[in-house]
């Protein structure tokens, strides 16, 4: 079974930057039967879970329509960890991100980590 940590997030001003955190707790992008993608989603108050960013093996992404060329997602093999940079942040961001990290035998999710835009 895959655990995976999310850190980074908390309240920040509208226009502003955030870079949150998912630390798994199997290899990422190594092999076969290491994690061979990684994503973030979020779900704000009474909206479905959506997604926001997904890297795949070789380095593809994906962005959802709504943060593109505002967020950038990245990963660092040595320390199994992906990143999901945000920049110019809006209100409508506000919500709970989870990490997901996509395996051989199935999938794992993060406990989430709010992020809050706000003046």
């Known amino acids: 079974q895959v655990q995976l940590v999310e850190s980074g997030g908390g309240l920040v001003q509208p226009g502003g930057s955030l870079r949150l955190s998912c630390v798994a707790s199997r290899s990422i992008f190594s092999s076969a039967f290491s994690i061979n993608a990684m994503g973030w989603y979020r779900q704000a108050p009474g909206k479905e879970r959506e997604l926001v960013a997904v890297i795949m093996s070789g380095s593809r992404t994906n962005y959802g329509d709504s943060v593109k060329g505002r967020f950038t997602i990245s990963r660092d093999n040595a320390k199994n960890t992906v990143y999901l940079q945000m920049n110019s942040l809006k209100p409508e961001d506000t919500a709970v991100y989870y990490c997901?990290?996509?395996?051989?035998?199935?999938?794992?999710w993060g406990q989430g980590t709010q992020v809050t835009v706000s003046p």
């Open positions: 997901n990290a996509v395996y051989l035998s199935g999938n794992a």
